[in-house]
């Protein structure tokens, strides 16, 4: 594969998404910025580019902000991530991406232990 040079590949290989896929979805739905413009999943990156990406939905919306290093070959690992993107993203938009709502009622964070009895009850009412 050569060198992610589209924003689909470089948002893939710096692990901003998933996928290429989702990164598509999330470029056409203009949740993806290239120094504060709309842009096209083919859009050539460069270094020295800032990329804001709108993530998250409804009350759990922030925004994460990376400048362009250099092009990663293919995707990379999360610790050299580093050497291609800068995480320029504002302390108080971090804070809101920890605080987002449950996915759903009754969901709990893995490793929250069991559930009391208080919620084994809530839960059930959900069911009924």
């Not at 589209?6 to 998404?17: I, K, N």
Request: glycine share 8%; no cysteine.
């Amino acid at each position: 594969m050569a060198h992610a040079s589209r924003l689909d590949q470089w948002l893939w290989a710096v692990r901003a998404f998933k996928t290429r896929a989702a990164a598509v979805t999330a470029i056409k739905a203009g949740q993806v910025e290239v120094n504060a413009r709309a842009a096209k999943p083919a859009h050539t990156m460069r270094p020295g580019e800032l990329v804001t990406i709108q993530m998250g939905s409804g009350a759990g919306r922030w925004t994460r902000t990376l400048k362009v290093v250099e092009i990663p070959p293919s995707r990379v690992g999360a610790p050299l991530v580093p050497q291609f993107a800068d995480d320029l993203t504002p302390p108080e938009e971090l804070e809101k991406s920890r605080l987002r709502e449950p996915a759903f009622p009754g969901w709990r964070p893995r490793g929250a232990g069991r559930p009391t009895k208080k919620d084994r009850r809530e839960i059930d009412e959900l069911g009924a």
